[in-house]
Structures are given as structure tokens and as C-alpha cells.
């Protein structure tokens, strides 16, 4: 069993940055992909960014790319996201996800999901 834990959620105007965090328990964080989903009012839960266990491959939904940055440290069992040029339709909630394996895609499923932090970006 994982359990993860979201922070760093808030609110901030467009064009601002925040950095959520993700902090997993258990031995086997490090051999695990990782990855952000997010849900906006409304709408269905959709797939931001996923990370190797080795952090060497990356996958970022085309809505993001260029402005996100996932990142992990295997020591602190913990996943980064960096937010930046915020905008109001990255207004959501974001979850934390960890895969079975240590690589996945962005169609890989979910073995472990976070209670989700809110992000709110205002105009």
C-alpha cells in the first residue's frame, strides 16, 4: 500500500508559480513511475506529467508543456511540480499518482492516487 500526501496548493494570479509537492510512504517509492492528473469543476480528471523512477523520462500533456516541470527525490520520497505562467484554466484540483511499474505513459494506469490539492490561478 502507498499512501500520498499532496501540499503547496493555492491561490495566485495569472502569471504567478507554485510548486506542489508529493510525498509518498512506504520502500517503494523509488521504483516507481510517478505523476500529476488534475480535475477542473466540471470536468473529467486529465493527465499532466509523469515521471520514470530514475527520473530520465518525462511526459507532459500539451497544455503544459513548457511551462511544468516534474521533478522527484528518491531520498526524500517525495515528486515535485513546478508551475510556472500560471494561467485561469490550470485552475483545479491536482492529484498526486504513483504507477505499479517505474515507467509509464500518459495512458498508464494509476495504482495509487493522493486526496488532491487545489490550485486556483485568478485573471
Known amino acids: 500500500q502507498v499512501q500520498l500526501v499532496e501540499s503547496g496548493g493555492g491561490l495566485v494570479q495569472a502569471g504567478g508559480s507554485l510548486r506542489l509537492s508529493c510525498v509518498a510512504s512506504?520502500?517503494?517509492?523509488?521504483?516507481?513511475?510517478m505523476g500529476w492528473f488534475r480535475q477542473a469543476p466540471g470536468k473529467e480528471r486529465e493527465f499532466v506529467t509523469t515521471i520514470s523512477w530514475n527520473g530520465d523520462s518525462t511526459h507532459y500533456a500539451d497544455s503544459v508543456k513548457g511551462r511544468f516541470t516534474i521533478s522527484r527525490d528518491n531520498a526524500k520520497n517525495t515528486v515535485y511540480l513546478q508551475m510556472n505562467s500560471l494561467k485561469p484554466e490550470d485552475t483545479a484540483v491536482y492529484y498526486c499518482?504513483?504507477?505499479?511499474?517505474?515507467?509509464?505513459?500518459?495512458?498508464?494506469?494509476?495504482?495509487?492516487w493522493g486526496q488532491g490539492t487545489q490550485v486556483s490561478v485568478s485573471s
Open positions: 499518482a504513483a504507477y505499479r511499474s517505474g515507467w509509464s505513459t500518459p495512458t498508464a494506469t494509476v495504482s495509487y
Open positions: 512506504g520502500r517503494t517509492f523509488s521504483s516507481r513511475a
